[in-house]
């Protein structure tokens, strides 16, 4: 999922970073004051990750107060797509499958009470439903398969608009005309089994996407009134399957109860959830999420307080304090998503390979990513599926696949002009008429990293038009619209919906996938043996086999040089002395709601 969307509040995992290269955090990386957590990738010493965090024996009770900057986009399951928003959602609901929070690879059954069966030819996935999980009141029974087909179902429901229904789902059969009511492509055989029955043969990319929290059930005879209203009214007056539960009334009202905007929502026991049925401890009784105020005063409450945490990217300032003085309440979760620079593949000069490869070898790679921390919140990137994502090793790990243009992380001028040579400039310099258009992101450190692509870009000949705009601008008039014909745009950034390969690279790098809004495949990129790969890596099953085959992939997206990567991001966390926190590995990497504990 591009950070546009649910993370374009996040700003970025590491963006509150910038300049912090300055500031003494890009000390670490080096083996005296790292470690590794597997890949290569490293953390400083003494930091948290949520490999070394326990899972278990932690303290029960009290309440953790939470303080963040952002406000929640939707509460709603059927809506949410927002890492702020996902947080308090998989502590109150449960989707059919969820990641425990020290892996990203393979997901445990949750509202399924044992892995999903896969029929040979690819095209039903059974899933059995838990027993002994109730819905928290008003509502108050036994959930059903019926529940979570329509939770599903309602992804479809026009006015529960999901975003990634189509993505991800559209190979249900009848998902095409689907309109929030029952289609073939879902059944319920009995109370205790879902079927989903696919018109191609998608089933690996439709049980991965069953972590998202679409398939968590949801009860239509109590939320279906609310459905009825454009927008939705569900996310108001939620139900809970969870171990927590938005606080409401007693018809269930959560919005001016348990959640006022933009000021603060509470957390509270789900007195039906059943620990017997569910992998998380829950230690907390109760979490106090504050909303707004400045990020640098929040920090440093949380830091200098008690039990609290923030769960966004905390500023600068606070980054480089808790790594100074508090380095045992910083927590650094790897493997939370990527930028790389897009460029026009379609026309103009980098519709040219060797011009492409010219660009890779000439970017300095370490500076883009000092202005984003340094080696304490970034890793060099070097290919397309980022750590944590299968496939990741057998695409080259941390080094990357072997080649001139990939091996000088710093640049490399002269290999540079080897290529724009082999594309017809015989100086080893762009010498055409086109002047490049070139769009970036406002912001730090955005806007450093663009400064820094527009000189290089310079220092191989080009003439540029340079523009900074404000990131949702960027990808909604500029980057996203192929008709702009943007050149360069040196500011874009993904983050899987799920630990899967084609989770990375299908949607940002498959030709299928241009359309003329709203383009996440920002670099018109359009290979037809890429595309063909692409198509079979999709009907693969088994991670191993998945990993394997979009890992071949990436090799050869590398080879073509479709984009040019930089960094693969590590989200700080911050806690106070007496919180036990645990984080996540997957999505943007914050802490977990359902496995820290106060000291």
Same mark, same amino acid.
């Given at each position: 999922?591009?950070?546009?969307?649910?993370?374009?509040?996040?700003?970025?995992?590491?963006?509150?970073?910038?300049?912090?290269?300055?500031?003494?955090?890009?000390?670490?990386?080096?083996?005296?004051?790292?470690?590794?957590? *597997?890949?290569?990738?490293?953390?400083?010493?003494?930091?948290?990750?949520?490999?070394?965090?326990?899972?278990?024996?932690?303290?029960?009770? *009290?309440?953790?107060?939470?303080? /963040? %900057?952002?406000?929640?986009?939707?509460?709603?399951?059927? %809506?949410?797509?927002?890492?702020?928003?996902?947080?308090?959602?998989?502590?109150?609901?449960?989707?059919?499958?969820?990641?425990?929070?020290?892996?990203?690879?393979?997901?445990?059954?949750?509202?399924?009470? =044992?892995?999903?069966?896969?029929?040979?030819?690819?095209?039903?996935?059974?899933?059995?439903?838990?027993?002994?999980?109730?819905?928290?009141?008003?509502?108050?029974?036994?959930?059903?398969?019926?529940?979570?087909?329509?939770?599903?179902?309602?992804?479809?429901?026009?006015?529960?608009?999901?975003?990634?229904?189509?993505?991800?789902?559209?190979?249900?059969?009848?998902?095409?005309?689907?309109?929030?009511?029952?289609?073939?492509?879902?059944?319920?055989?009995?109370?205790?089994?879902?079927?989903?029955?696919?018109?191609?043969?998608?089933?690996?990319?439709?049980?991965?996407?069953?972590?998202?929290?679409?398939?968590?059930?949801?009860?239509?005879?109590?939320?279906?009134?609310?459905?009825?209203?454009?927008?939705?009214?569900?996310?108001?007056?939620? !139900?809970?399957?969870?171990?927590?539960?938005?606080?409401?009334?007693?018809?269930?009202?959560?919005?001016?109860?348990?959640?006022?905007?933009?000021?603060?929502?509470?957390?509270?026991?789900?007195?039906?959830?059943?620990?017997?049925?569910?992998?998380?401890?829950?230690?907390?009784?109760?979490?106090?999420?504050?909303?707004?105020?400045?990020?640098?005063?929040?920090?440093?409450?949380?830091?200098?307080?008690?039990?609290?945490?923030?769960?966004?990217?905390?500023?600068?300032?606070?980054?480089?304090?808790?790594?100074?003085?508090?380095?045992?309440?910083?927590?650094?979760?790897?493997?939370?998503?990527?930028?790389?620079?897009?460029?026009?593949?379609?026309?103009?000069?980098?519709?040219?390979?060797?011009?492409?490869?010219?660009?890779?070898?000439?970017?300095?790679?370490?500076?883009? /990513?000092?202005?984003?921390?340094?080696?304490?919140?970034? /890793? !060099?990137?070097?290919?397309?599926?980022?750590?944590?994502?299968?496939?990741? =090793? %057998?695409?080259?790990?941390?080094?990357?696949?072997?080649?001139?243009?990939?091996?000088?992380?710093?640049?490399?001028?002269?290999?540079?002009?080897?290529?724009?040579?082999?594309?017809?400039?015989?100086?080893?310099?762009?010498?055409?008429?086109?002047?490049?258009?070139?769009?970036?992101?406002?912001?730090?450190?955005?806007?450093?990293?663009?400064?820094?692509?527009?000189?290089?870009? %310079?220092?191989?000949?080009?003439?540029?038009?340079?523009?900074?705009?404000?990131?949702?601008?960027?990808?909604?008039?500029?980057?996203?619209?192929?008709?702009?014909?943007?050149?360069?745009?040196?500011?874009?950034?993904?983050?899987?919906?799920?630990?899967?390969?084609?989770?990375?690279?299908?949607?940002?790098?498959?030709?299928?996938?241009?359309?003329?809004?709203?383009?996440?495949?920002?670099?018109?990129?359009?290979?037809?043996?890429?595309?063909?790969?692409?198509?079979?890596?999709?009907? !693969?099953?088994?991670?191993?086999?998945?990993?394997?085959?979009?890992?071949?992939?990436?090799?050869?997206?590398?080879?073509?040089?479709?984009?040019?990567?930089?960094?693969?991001?590590?989200?700080?966390?911050?806690?106070?002395?007496?919180?036990?926190?645990?984080?996540?590995?997957?999505?943007?990497?914050?802490?977990?709601?359902?496995?820290?504990?106060?000291?």
């Amino acid at each position: 999922m591009t950070r546009p969307t649910r993370l374009r509040k996040h700003v970025l995992a590491s963006a509150a970073l910038a300049g912090a290269l300055g500031l003494g955090l890009a000390a670490c990386g080096s083996s005296s004051t790292s470690v590794s957590v *597997g890949s290569g990738i490293t953390v400083a010493k003494g930091v948290q990750t949520p490999k070394t965090e326990a899972q278990t024996g932690g303290v029960r009770g *009290g309440t953790l107060t939470v303080l /963040n %900057q952002t406000d929640f986009e939707h509460l709603d399951p059927g %809506q949410a797509y927002f890492n702020i928003d996902y947080e308090a959602i998989y502590a109150t609901q449960r989707p059919l499958l969820s990641y425990r929070p020290n892996t990203f690879s393979s997901p445990s059954p949750d509202m399924a009470s =044992e892995p999903a069966q896969i029929s040979s030819d690819g095209k039903t996935i059974t899933v059995h439903i838990r027993k002994g999980v109730h819905f928290s009141p008003p509502v108050n029974r036994e959930v059903t398969s019926a529940d979570v087909a329509y939770a599903i179902e309602r992804g479809a429901n026009p006015n529960v608009p999901n975003p990634y229904f189509q993505s991800y789902f559209s190979s249900l059969e009848g998902a095409s005309t689907a309109n929030g009511g029952p289609f073939p492509g879902i059944t319920t055989p009995d109370k205790d089994t879902i079927a989903f029955h696919l018109s191609e043969p998608k089933a690996a990319i439709v049980l991965a996407a069953l972590v998202l929290p679409l398939s968590a059930p949801v009860p239509e005879e109590y939320a279906r009134k609310y459905d009825a209203h454009s927008p939705t009214e569900y996310g108001n007056y939620l !139900v809970a399957t969870g171990p927590y539960m938005f606080k409401s009334n007693s018809e269930g009202k959560v919005l001016g109860i348990g959640y006022e905007p933009g000021k603060s929502a509470t957390l509270v026991r789900n007195p039906n959830w059943n620990p017997a049925t569910d992998f998380r401890p829950a230690y907390l009784n109760q979490i106090d999420i504050k909303i707004g105020g400045d990020p640098n005063v929040i920090g440093r409450q949380v830091l200098e307080g008690s039990d609290m945490v923030q769960n966004e990217a905390p500023a600068q300032s606070i980054v480089q304090l808790a790594y100074e003085q508090f380095r045992r309440q910083l927590e650094i979760s790897p493997g939370a998503g990527d930028h790389y620079i897009a460029v026009d593949n379609k026309q103009g000069p980098f519709a040219n390979v060797d011009v492409r490869k010219a660009l890779w070898a000439a970017l300095d790679r370490v500076a883009m /990513n000092k202005a984003r921390g340094g080696a304490l919140v970034t /890793n !060099v990137m070097t290919h397309f599926i980022y750590p944590e994502i299968p496939g990741f =090793e %057998q695409a080259g790990g941390l080094a990357g696949p072997r080649v001139d243009y990939n091996d000088y992380p710093e640049g490399n001028m002269a290999v540079a002009a080897k290529y724009m040579k082999l594309a017809g400039y015989p100086s080893g310099r762009y010498t055409g008429g086109k002047t490049l258009q070139v769009v970036g992101s406002t912001g730090s450190p955005s806007a450093e990293d663009a400064e820094i692509v527009n000189q290089t870009l %310079q220092n191989l000949g080009f003439k540029t038009r340079f523009n900074l705009v404000d990131s949702s601008t960027m990808y909604s008039k500029y980057c996203g619209v192929p008709a702009e014909a943007i050149d360069v745009c040196p500011s874009v950034a993904w983050l899987a919906d799920f630990g899967d390969p084609q989770a990375v690279l299908d949607v940002p790098f498959n030709g299928k996938n241009i359309v003329p809004t709203g383009n996440n495949n920002w670099g018109l990129v359009n290979n037809p043996e890429i595309n063909q790969a692409m198509d079979a890596a999709e009907l !693969v099953v088994g991670t191993q086999a998945r990993a394997a085959a979009w890992a071949a992939i990436d090799r050869k997206l590398v080879a073509q040089a479709v984009a040019i990567p930089f960094d693969w991001d590590k989200q700080p966390n911050i806690e106070s002395k007496d919180v036990a926190g645990v984080g996540d590995l997957w999505n943007s990497g914050a802490w977990d709601y359902s496995y820290t504990s106060l000291k």
